[in-house]
T-cell receptor, first 115, second 113 residues
Framework: GENVEQHPSTLSVQEGDSAVIKCTYSDSASNYFPWYKQELGKRPQLIIDIRSNVGEKKDQRIAVTLNKTAKHFSLHITETQPEDSAVYFCAAKGWYGGSQGNLIFGKGTKLSVKP | DTAVSQTPKYLVTQMGNDKSIKCEQNLGHDTMYWYKQDSKKFLKIMFSYNNKELIINETVPNRFSPKSPDKAHLNLHINSLELGDSAVYFC????????????FGQGTRLTVV
């Protein structure tokens, strides 16, 4: 089945700096890669996603890149703000028995933005 | 008008008890899931259902039994609770099993003492 590795596990940046989180996946058939943000005590919420027919997607200060050949994708947050502090999860949609499977999550990155 | 709602939000119980967590979604989605988030924040898929039918069981002990009376509800029943079952359980739903966003409920924090 699908396996998703995420790095780093913790990341501390100064307000205004950029943050980059990287993920790799194992199943070459995976074709959907969302990123979720989870604030303390809250539910995970989608912040951006990318499908395999696209190499890059941007939404204001957030961008995601996908390299299908290398099987890795990254989240880029520019001009970080204290409210960006949270745990970020990457995920990949795996395959199960020939049909679309479940979202498999990385282990999360705790991002701290210092004012 | 919460999209995915779970009850209860907190559950404290003794080892050996049986408990249930309920989940309902009002988004008209066909697919629902249960995830377990442990103390290290790792989100692990447990089950997925599509139109009330179980499609994936990710090697979860058979003490965990999901039930889907209709496609808007997916409940989780746990028998003979163990200390290691303590975690936050999230219900989620998506439009289909395909490449669409999963919406999460607010989670149920289960503590087994």
């Amino acid at each position: 089945g699908e396996n998703v590795e995420q790095h780093p596990s913790t990341l501390s940046v100064q307000e205004g700096d950029s943050a980059v989180i990287k993920c790799t996946y194992s199943d070459s058939a995976s074709n959907y890669f969302p990123w979720y943000k989870q604030e303390l005590g809250k539910r995970p919420q989608l912040i951006i996603d990318i499908r395999s027919n696209v190499g890059e997607k941007k939404d204001q200060r957030i961008a995601v890149t996908l390299n299908k050949t290398a099987k890795h994708f990254s989240l880029h947050i520019t001009e970080t703000q204290p409210e960006d502090s949270a745990v970020y999860f990457c995920a990949a949609k795996g395959w199960y028995g020939g049909s679309q499977g479940n979202l498999i999550f990385g282990k999360g990155t705790k991002l701290s933005v210092k004012p | 008008d919460t999209a995915v709602s779970q009850t209860p939000k907190y559950l404290v119980t003794q080892m050996g008890n049986d408990k249930s967590i309920k989940c309902e979604q009002n988004l008209g989605h066909d697919t629902m899931y249960w995830y377990k988030q442990d103390s290290k924040k790792f989100l692990k898929i447990m089950f997925s259902y599509n139109n009330k039918e179980l499609i994936i069981n990710e090697t979860v002990p058979n003490r965990f039994s999901p039930k889907s009376p209709d496609k808007a509800h997916l409940n989780l029943h746990i028998n003979s609770l163990e200390l290691g079952d303590s975690a936050v359980y999230f219900c989620a739903s998506s439009f289909t099993t395909g490449n669409t966003e999963a919406f999460f409920g607010q989670g149920t924090r289960l503590t087994v003492v």
